[in-house]
Nanobody, 120 residues
Framework: QVQLQESGPGLVKPSQTLSLTCTVS??????????WTWIRQPPGKGLEWMGA???????YYNPSLKSRTSISRDTSKNQFTLQLSSVTPEDTAVYYC????????????WGQGTLVTVSS
């Protein structure tokens, strides 16, 4: 059974770049037909899909975040990463990594989530 685990700093200062890593176990991120995605949930708000990296390495982004978001992977470590630049307090959220099959939003496995607070 695939397992995902987010890691990274819990506090980021405004204007800096938020960086998170998702470590995957029990399955390879190179396996065909899966999207490896990042999702966030600000306090009191709904889920927001941020973007995904496909098993081939192709990337897909939410248009509203595309200019600030980069998703990459390290296949040797079975990890994929999120970078969100120029953060503001509005980027404070619980960030999740997840696996999706078929569509980038058809999530079938989740990490536990990690709270990132943007504050000076």
């Amino acid at each position: 059974q695939v397992q995902l685990q987010e890691s990274g700093p819990g506090l980021v200062k405004p204007s800096q770049t938020l960086s998170l890593t998702c470590t995957v176990s029990g399955g390879s991120i190179r396996t065909n037909v899966y999207y490896w995605t990042w999702i966030r949930q600000p306090p009191g708000k709904g889920l927001e899909w941020m973007g995904a990296i496909y098993s081939s390495g192709s990337t897909y982004y939410n248009p509203s975040l595309k200019s600030r978001t980069s998703i990459s992977r390290d296949t040797s470590k079975n990890q994929f990463t999120l970078q969100l630049s120029s953060v503001t307090p509005e980027d404070t959220a619980v960030y999740y990594c997840a696996r999706a099959g078929g569509l980038p939003t058809s999530w079938d496995a989740w990490g536990q989530g990690t709270l990132v607070t943007v504050s000076s």
